[in-house]
């Protein structure tokens, strides 16, 4: 708008546009009173308009050419963008945690998975340990000084069964067996040697898939007169009470 505030046309609209009032009679002679008491224009008579300067135009209304129009300030974006910028890095948050989910799971089914098969080495490491240490066992009595040896023949049914069991005062006892007929659920084998006349347990065991059997036990209490191979309840019992299907004498 600035640029037309010097435009008679428009300053003659805007005068016009203002409605004309009379103004009261008082208002001259307090006007005159004025003028006759101070000087209007300045003392200096450099200041002084020309003579020939025509009077100024008297304009019935304020003049607005320099009243200041409130400027419209554009609205600011900083919210939209701080809203904008929260909901992103709500979404970049989302994502993230659910894939740090996805990848936590993955860890753990991954750990599970590595627990599983150290829990199997461990199995097979112990497995392993107690084999080795049978067989240290078992070649500690075959090559004690005193070991007595005996050969055990199969007892009918079971006439295609034959064992030999070790003997050493020292050391213990090693029997190994094969042929021997597998056993119902609830039974099992049950080794037994006959010192002084009374039954000595020396643990209980069951076939291989060859059908084939070990034992290790401790040595017996004194001179071996007899020993045998017997079916019993499974845990086995303090006396035999099966049928036999082992019997050897060991040699002197």
């Known amino acids: 708008m600035s640029e037309h505030r010097d435009d008679p046309q428009v300053l003659d609209a805007l005068g016009r546009a203002v409605p004309q009032v009379a103004p009261p009679a008082s208002l001259r002679a307090r006007v005159l009173d004025a003028a006759t008491r101070e000087p209007i224009l300045p003392r200096d008579a450099d200041a002084a308009p020309p003579a020939s300067a025509a009077p100024s135009r008297t ?8 009243a200041t129009l409130p400027v419209r300030q ?12 929260a909901a992103l890095i709500a979404v970049v948050t989302s994502l993230g945690w659910m894939s740090a989910r996805g990848e936590i799971g ?18 097979v490491r ?7 240490t049978e067989r240290e066992r ?6 004690a000084s ?3 040896s005996a050969p055990l023949a199969g007892v009918a049914p079971a006439t295609a069964a034959r064992g030999r069991v070790y003997v050493s005062a020292s050391r213990g006892v090693f029997f190994a067996a094969e042929g021997l007929p597998p056993l119902p659920a609830g039974r099992t084998y049950q080794l037994w040697t006959i010192v002084a006349g009374q039954p000595v347990s020396h643990g209980v065991f069951g076939l291989e898939a060859d059908g084939r059997a070990q034992v290790l036990g401790q040595a017996p209490p004194g001179p071996v007169d007899a020993i045998a191979v017997t ?3 499974a845990g086995g019992v303090p006396a035999p009470t099966g049928d036999k299907v082992l019997l050897g004498v060991p040699a002197n």
């Open 106 to 123: 993955r860890l753990q089914a991954t750990i599970a998975g590595l627990q599983a098969n150290a829990a199997a080495l461990l199995n």
């Open 59 to 66: 304009v019935p209304f304020p003049d607005r050419s320099q």
């Open 74 to 85: 554009p609205a600011s974006r900083w919210p939209w963008l701080v809203a904008a910028a």
């Open 126 to 132: 112990a497995e392993f340990d107690r084999e080795r």
């Open 231 to 233: 079916i019993e309840p």
């Open 138 to 143: 078992a070649v500690a009595i075959l090559n």
């Open 146 to 148: 005193d070991v007595h």
